[in-house]
């Protein structure tokens, strides 16, 4: 508003009688018509009782145009002879030259800034808040604030209560307001101060405000905000799909009002990116609306779509970065169509869509789909700084995504590499019925390296084994595959429980050493191994830091082998703690690893406890006990691998050994294949009489002339005939090839040929050869 100074008189009537060019420029009036007239008619309104008897104050004038003008005036009493004023000079107030430049500054401040006086009537409102309200700031001026708010504007209307309220009070008030004009879609963010305004003697004479526009930083604010939010949401599991699906959530409805996720089919599989890249075939795998529904989806969840060249989700794809498109352009139509035409979804559903934005989901410099974000009912369009955030957005649930995509190519090998080591059709030994069931872990952590296996040994013997690599993933199952092979390979050899686990422990050592079993150094591994004899019904036991065994005994009671656990594998120098117990016919042996029974929240006391109470429970077969006992002990989402291994007893007949003491006298070697073939003909077993003559004459004749007293022969019917020969020598035989003109050195070679297979085991008096022959069908 122009800096005008006026001038006019007024006598003491209140006639004018007086008129400057100034007070012309100001109010439109020339001079001929306003002298003459009465001030009062040219007042928009009166003028308050203070401002007359202080002579100074605001007036509010009628331009001649209708609008009122606001002017702060001073009037000068003109005495006459008696000493009365005859008349008044009324003056706009002089502004000095810096009150100008004041003034001008307040007109052009970039922050919105009006004041009022106390009657909250307007007495200047700058450009910027003349801009922001959308009307001319000298239309303002002498207006009350209250009759420039509509009925509906809320907002307007708690802005005039606080303003009343600075009035009032004379306390400054500070708030954040948010509008949204008529003419525009997106709100805008202020931040108002009110304040009052007090003269040199303390008196309040105006209310002001200054409003600051912080629309781009609260935008900003909210797209920070989400992004917060977004990072502490999405990835929270290791599922590709869902993690699409939370990418969906944290974006609708803030910023998108539908929403899907396409991948490329190689994501989902276990394969890697291909070379290259032809029309992309997507799979729909998550899509999410504000429409319960989800009416606008073109296409099904788990179906394929193929995006044409021209549209924005393939041109994302061949630009690597986001597409921006709005109604009206020829590719948003052309997309749009062309989803009306497909026949999914509800068309209506997508009338109104303005806006869209393709973002390719790239991580480690792969693509991996495509995010489609499309606004209908939100006005607001997109624009450059939502493809920023969006490309921001979508970045960081690419690698969430690679995340998951890469952990399930993992956990996929890991298990199939798993499944490989692990024994797949368990032997059926005459000794022992057995069941087995192995559950993976579900933790994002990765599979274990837990083990079982069972290995039929000399003698009808049969070996249960269990362990646990701790720790998880590749390194892991590979690691139990070296100690699952290395324990069947010291099992061929007969040893003790506790001899075996010292021999596997310094293997374990070793590989530490060589930085081979890295996991194992770090974390150990753990060990049981029992040998169950069904001649003497003998369980021989030995655990390197694994959990007891539990038995269910004949009389339906349950409980834990008392034994040592002894130190983990890997650890050196300590022994392992054999125990033996003679176990009845039909008692039950449950191995298991301590996934089994250690849970979060649960330790392992009770975990044993629940073990031992659901082998109680009565089942028609192991397999159905197995899964009972999982079903009881185990939590619903297992945090380690779990493997359980059930055993039941048998025990080998009298009637299916026999057995005879051999003298030291070679004479007797023919008796010894005598007795033989007599009881192979109680048993029916003619048929293997020739073989079996030559296997018991060669190991008896060895023993009585390389051996020591006592020496001992035995035959057991099992699924196989096993020859026995024990000698009080611990010197164990080898195979040697003879020379043309050699006497001996054949025995051993024809035995090896003649049978299925032959070896032998150390014990504690000396030693045992054994040979076994198929029995005939």
């Avoid at 708010?149 to 306390?171: H, K, N, Q």
């Avoid at 590989?511 to 753990?526: H, K, R, Y």
């Avoid at 406890?609 to 079903?631: G, N, Y």
Wanted: proline letters at 6%; glycine letters at 8%; one cysteine or more.
């Amino acid at each position: 508003m122009e800096e005008v100074a006026a001038a006019a008189t007024v006598d003491a009537r209140g006639t004018v009688t007086g008129w400057s060019e100034g007070a012309r420029r100001l109010t439109g009036y020339a001079a001929g018509e306003v002298v003459g007239r009465a001030a009062q008619e040219l007042l928009a309104e009166d003028v308050s009782p203070p401002a007359l008897t202080a002579l100074t104050g605001t007036v509010v004038l009628r331009h001649r145009n209708g609008r009122s003008v606001c002017l702060r005036v001073s009037a000068c009493p003109v005495l006459g002879a008696d000493g009365e004023p005859h008349a008044f000079v009324v003056t706009t107030m002089p502004e000095a030259a810096e009150s100008l430049v004041v003034a001008q500054a307040f007109q052009q401040a970039p922050v919105a800034m009006s004041v009022y006086d106390t009657q909250l009537r307007y007495l200047r409102a700058n450009d910027r808040a003349a801009e922001a309200l959308k009307v001319e700031g000298e239309a303002l001026v002498g207006r009350y604030f209250a009759d420039t708010l509509s009925e509906d504007d809320e907002s307007g209307r708690r802005f005039y209560r606080l303003l009343r309220r600075v009035a009032e009070t004379g306390c400054p008030v500070h708030y954040e307001n948010h509008t949204r004009t008529s003419s525009e879609h997106r709100e805008h963010a202020w931040t108002i101060d009110m304040w009052p305004v007090h003269n040199a003697c303390g008196e309040m004479t105006a209310v002001a405000i200054a409003a600051v526009d912080e629309s781009e930083q609260y935008w900003a604010r909210r797209r920070l905000m989400l992004l917060n939010e977004a990072a502490a949401v999405i990835g929270t599991t290791l599922d590709v799909p869902r993690t699409a699906e939370e990418l969906l959530e944290v974006v609708v409805p803030r910023f998108a009002d539908f929403a899907s996720v396409d991948l490329l089919g190689w994501v989902l599989g276990q394969d890697e990116p291909p070379a290259h890249r032809d029309v992309p075939v997507m799979r729909r795998v998550a899509h999410r609306s504000v429409t319960e529904g989800t009416p606008e989806a073109a296409v099904r969840l788990g179906e394929d779509d193929t995006y044409l060249a021209y549209s924005p989700p393939a041109r994302a794809l061949r630009e690597c970065r986001a597409v921006l498109r709005r109604a009206g352009e020829a590719d948003f139509d052309r997309w749009l169509q062309e989803r009306n035409a497909r026949g999914v979804g509800d068309p209506a559903a997508r009338e109104g869509a303005h806006s869209l934005l393709a973002v390719p989901l790239m991580a480690r410099d792969t693509i991996l789909g495509v995010a489609v974000f499309v606004r209908i009912g939100n006005p607001d369009s997109y624009a450059a700084d939502d493809t920023v955030f969006a490309e921001e957005l979508v970045s960081r649930a690419a690698v969430c995504i690679d995340n998951a995509r890469r952990f399930a190519r993992e956990r996929s090998t890991a298990l199939a590499l798993q499944h490989s080591l692990l024994p797949r059709g368990l032997p059926g030994p005459v000794a022992l019925e057995v069941a087995h069931r192995y559950v993976p872990s579900g933790s994002t952590a990765g599979f274990g390296g837990d083990w079982f296996d069972v290995i039929q040994l000399s003698g009808s013997r049969v070996a249960l084994v269990v362990g646990d690599v701790v720790g998880h993933g590749i390194r892991s199952t590979a690691t139990m595959g070296r100690l699952r092979t290395a324990v069947r390979t010291l099992a061929d050899v007969d040893l003790a429980p506790d001899e075996l686990l010292t021999h596997l422990d310094d293997l374990v050592s070793h590989l530490a050493s060589e930085g081979a079993g890295d996991e194992v150094a770090e974390l150990g591994a753990t060990c049981l191994y029992a040998v169950y004899d069904p001649l003497s019904r003998r369980l021989d036991l030995a655990a390197a830091g694994h959990p007891a065994p539990a038995v269910l005994w004949p009389d339906g009671s349950a409980r834990l082998v008392p034994m040592s656990a002894g130190p983990p594998l890997g650890v050196g120098g300590l022994p392992f703690e054999a125990t033996a117990l003679e176990l009845p016919e039909g008692a039950l042996i449950a191995l298991y690893t301590n996934g089994l029974i250690r849970s979060r929240g649960r330790d392992v006391d009770c975990g044993a406890a629940a073990l031992c109470r659901a082998l109680q429970a009565p089942k028609d077969s192991l397999d159905a006990l197995c899964d009972a006992v999982l079903k009881a002990v185990l939590p619903e989402e297992p945090g380690d691998d779990v493997a359980l291994l059930l055993a039941r007893t048998r025990a080998l007949g009298a009637d299916r050994v026999a057995t005879w003491d051999v003298p030291m006298d070679p004479a007797y070697v023919a008796t010894a294949r005598q007795h033989a073939v007599d009881r192979l003909a109680e048993w029916g077993l003619e048929e293997t009489a020739f073989v079996t003559e030559l296997v018991v004459s060669e190991l008896v004749t060895n023993a009585i002339r390389y051996g020591g007293p006592p020496i001992q022969l035995r035959l057991i019917r099992d699924r196989s005939l096993i020859c026995e020969v024990s000698d009080g020598s611990s010197t164990s035989p080898h195979l040697r090839r003879a020379h043309a003109f050699d006497e001996g050195g054949r025995g051993l070679l024809l035995v090896a040929q003649l049978t299925e297979r032959w070896g032998s085991r150390q014990t504690d008096e000396g030693k045992t050869i054994w040979a076994e022959q198929p029995l005939p069908d």
